[in-house]
């Protein structure tokens, strides 16, 4: 099945800063989606986004589905971003495959 | 109630108890998940229902039974857990494609953080 990679694995930011994390994918994908767990454990659609650029206020995405990789990126970040980030993808009809995750830490 | 939701939130089981978890989609879809996250591990799908139908099944252990009666409503049954079935048990759906399979973008549900002594 597909491999789903992302880095970094935990990141620890001081609040304002700019952040990107990375979805890396071993084959061709109909689907990605970008979440947010929070603390409580919900999951949070960020975007769905196979191929391109889209954008929502601080956030924004880009996927290059030719080269296999996404990049999420966070904008003048809040302590209200913590959590863990997914990258989830999806092949021509196979199951959605969630990455590892990346945890994001944003102090005061 | 919009989107996913799923009752309980929080349970606490023993080994020999049957408890049931309840998932609900307002969205409109026809396609419901069953996944499992344990501590440090990616989120594993469990089960997939599409049209009511059961289409997929990854391996799960017989002591584990989901049920769909439709297309908004989804059950895991449980009898006979182990500790190490302890994890959060998340529900989403979909708009899928029956015919090919192929999953549109999935919405979650807020979990049930399961606890088996």
């Known amino acids: 099945g597909i491999q789903v990679e992302q880095s970094p694995p935990d990141l620890i930011l001081q609040e304002g800063a700019n952040s990107t994390l990375r979805c890396n994918f071993s084959?061709?994908?109909?689907?990605l989606q970008w979440f947010h767990q929070n603390p409580w454990g919900q999951l949070i659609n960020l975007f769905y986004?196979?191929?391109g650029t889209k954008q929502n206020g601080r956030l924004s995405a880009t996927t290059v589905a030719t080269e296999r990789y996404s990049l999420l990126y966070i904008s003048s970040s809040q302590t209200t971003d913590s959590g863990v980030y997914f990258c989830?993808?999806?092949?021509?009809?196979?199951?959605?495959?969630f990455g590892t995750g990346t945890r994001l830490q944003v102090t005061l | 109630e919009t989107g996913v939701t799923q009752t309980p939130r929080h349970l606490v089981m023993g080994m020999t108890n049957k408890k049931s978890l309840k998932c609900e989609q307002h969205?409109?879809?026809?396609?419901m998940y069953w996944y499992k996250q344990s501590a440090k591990k990616p989120l594993e799908l469990m089960f997939v229902?599409?049209?009511?139908?059961?289409?997929e099944n990854n391996s799960v252990p017989s002591r584990f039974s989901p049920e769909c009666p439709n297309s908004s409503h989804l059950f895991l049954h449980l009898h006979t857990l182990q500790p190490e079935d302890s994890a959060l048990y998340l529900c989403?759906?979909?708009?899928?494609?029956?015919?090919?399979?192929?999953?549109?973008?999935?919405?979650f549900g807020p979990g049930t953080r399961l606890t088996v002594l």
């Open positions: 989403a759906s979909s708009q899928g494609h029956p015919g090919t399979f192929t999953y549109n973008e999935q919405f």
């Open positions: 084959d061709s994908v109909n689907n």
């Open positions: 986004i196979p191929s």
């Open positions: 989830a993808v999806t092949g021509t009809a196979s199951k959605l495959t």
């Open positions: 969205l409109g879809h026809n396609a």
């Open positions: 229902y599409s049209l009511e139908e059961r289409v």
